[in-house]
Nanobody, 123 residues
C-alpha cells in the first residue's frame, strides 16, 4: 500500500511563494505518475498539476500555469509543488495524489491520496 504525506503548507501573503512536498512510501516511486489537487472551502476538489513517472511530462491547470511548477526526485521518493505569485483564490487544502500508471491520464487514474496540507493566501 502507498502512503503519501504532504508538508509545506501555511499562511502566505498574496504574491508570495510556498513549496509543497509529498513523501511517498510503499510502491516503487518511479513507477507511477504523481499529481497535486486542491479543494477550496465550499468547492469540489480540482486538478492542479501532474507529472509522469520519469518526470519528463508535466501537466497544469490553466489557473496555475506559469505560476506553479511540479517536479519530482525519484531518489528521494518525493514530489514537489513550487507555488509562486500566489493569489487569495489559491487558498485550499492541497492533496498529493498517485496514479495507477506511469503517465497521468486524468483524475480517474488516481488511486492514492494524501491527507492534505492547508495553504492560506491572505490579501
Amino acid at each position: 500500500q502507498v502512503q503519501l504525506v504532504e508538508s509545506g503548507g501555511g499562511l502566505v501573503q498574496a504574491g508570495g511563494s510556498l513549496r509543497l512536498s509529498c513523501a511517498a512510501s510503499g510502491r516503487t516511486f518511479s513507477s507511477y505518475a504523481m499529481g497535486w489537487f486542491r479543494q477550496a472551502p465550499g468547492k469540489e476538489r480540482e486538478f492542479v498539476a501532474a507529472i509522469s513517472a520519469s518526470g519528463g511530462l508535466t501537466y497544469y491547470a490553466d489557473s496555475v500555469k506559469g505560476r506553479f511548477t511540479i517536479s519530482r526526485d525519484n531518489r528521494k521518493n518525493t514530489v514537489y509543488l513550487q507555488m509562486n505569485s500566489l493569489k487569495p483564490e489559491d487558498t485550499a487544502v492541497y492533496y498529493c495524489a498517485g496514479d495507477r500508471s506511469p503517465v497521468y491520464t486524468g483524475p480517474g487514474g488516481i488511486v492514492y491520496w494524501g491527507k492534505g496540507t492547508l495553504v492560506t493566501v491572505s490579501s
